[in-house]
């Protein structure tokens, strides 16, 4: 274990020489080919450093924050776009922090939106297109959350609750069909990714000083796949997706289609980017060659949207589901497609048995001190 850990420790002491090593360059360096070279060694090194990290849980979150977040802002940085291009520059300190954690600086507040926008299904113009992966729209609904910074203590209580009835459930699977086991997994990742990403968010906001956005914006009252994935699951991944895949494949698509309809090839080729990290991630959790399931769950949802899309812009806005008709459609269909596509790549790589093992374990630890504080207590009445 502490071989594990010293080895954790060094991995990321690394990360962060080589951010300082970035950070300078870019004082040194203006933009372009001689900055390019320069940064990516940098970026290949972060290719491959989960491999030397032991722990799964920790190859995994290394493997987010390094080979594909930090990654993606330094491919950013070269060009001096991105958060960690500003002008005056970051402080080391700022720099280092925007690159290795999942975390965007809350910009300052928009004007708020009306219920009746929010619960628009349908979209009415290439603006309007454009929020599959747009996260400065200013009238898309994660903006008027962020406003109000990091969610509140209650809801993080609660999606804890949710894992600590879980890991009981899971100390009786045989008792459960195993579909069913296999949907709290879903259900699983999701509350455990978003905690997660909560408590190194609440960090960087104790260290810097700032507020953030939230990572997600609960994502089961989604009224569109267009509304999931593009303004309530995994924001960061959204905002970093879209200047360096999204914008760039439109701009190339314009020169060879009518411009309102550039959106749909850069939402499918988002989404082929999105599965081939994902892909990536699982080689570093489980080292095991892809199966490639992972893609095709993101290039299903990447066509499936696409349709979506143009289906909205074809209506106009004329029709649309109420949100209480569409978020069961749109979340159940995630969830299926991810129980037939997404989570074999967990169980192949033993995520699941990882987190309910560690979901067990915590289980475990809350029985014993709830036993010790009941013994202490019955003591002292006596």
């Known amino acids: 274990m502490g071989g594990d850990l010293r080895n954790f420790l060094l991995i990321w002491a690394s990360a962060v020489a080589l951010l300082c090593y970035c950070h300078k360059i870019g004082q040194l360096i203006d933009r372009g080919t001689a900055r390019v070279l320069a940064i990516l060694p940098v970026v290949c090194i972060f290719l491959v450093m989960p491999l030397g990290?032991?722990?799964l849980s920790s190859r995994a979150i290394t493997s987010f924050f390094l080979s594909w977040l930090a990654n993606f802002k330094l491919l950013l940085f070269v060009f001096d776009q991105g958060p960690l291009s500003s002008n005056p520059p970051l402080s080391l300190p700022r720099f280092i922090a925007l690159a290795c954690f999942p975390i965007?600086?809350?910009q300052d507040p928009t004007p708020a939106v009306s219920p009746h926008d929010r619960e628009l299904v349908n979209v009415d113009d290439d603006q309007d297109l454009e929020k599959l992966v747009d996260g400065e729209n200013k009238d898309a609904p994660s903006q008027k959350i962020a406003s109000k910074g990091l969610k509140?203590?209650?809801n993080y209580a609660l999606k804890f609750f949710l894992l600590v009835i879980f890991g009981y459930i899971y100390t009786k699977e045989d008792y459960f069909h195993p579909k069913i086991i296999l949907?709290?997994?879903v259900i699983h990742i999701y509350i455990g990714l978003e905690l997660i990403l909560a408590m190194f968010g609440a960090l960087a906001r104790a260290c810097l000083g700032v507020e953030l956005e939230p990572q997600f914006d609960e994502p089961y009252l989604a009224s569109s796949l267009q509304d999931f994935w593009g303004k309530r699951w995994n924001?960061?991944?959204?905002n970093i997706l879209h200047p360096t895949v999204y914008s760039p494949i439109r701009s190339a698509f314009s020169r060879w289609i009518a411009k309102k309809w550039t959106p749909l090839p850069a939402v499918i080729g988002t989404f082929l980017v999105s599965g081939l990290m994902h892909e990536l991630i699982f080689y570093h959790i489980g080292r095991q060659k892809p199966k490639w399931d992972v893609t095709c769950f993101f290039?299903?949802?990447g066509f499936c949207l696409a349709i979506e899309m143009a289906i909205k812009r074809e209506i106009k806005g004329t029709w649309g589901l109420p949100r209480v008709v569409a978020a069961p459609?749109?979340?159940g269909f995630v969830v299926v497609t991810a129980m037939w596509l997404f989570m074999p790549a967990v169980i192949r790589s033993k995520i699941d048995a990882e987190a309910r093992m560690e979901t067990i374990a915590?289980?475990?630890c809350v029985e014993a001190v709830y036993i010790y504080l009941k013994g202490v207590f019955m003591d002292h009445k006596l």
Do not use: G, R
Request: glycine share 0%.
């Open 183 to 185: 949907l709290l997994y």
């Open 235 to 238: 924001l960061m991944v959204t």
């Open 329 to 331: 459609i749109v979340v």
């Open 104 to 106: 965007k600086i809350q």
């Open 53 to 55: 990290i032991l722990t």
């Open 152 to 154: 509140s203590h209650l």
């Open 299 to 301: 290039l299903l949802h």
């Open 362 to 364: 915590l289980i475990n």
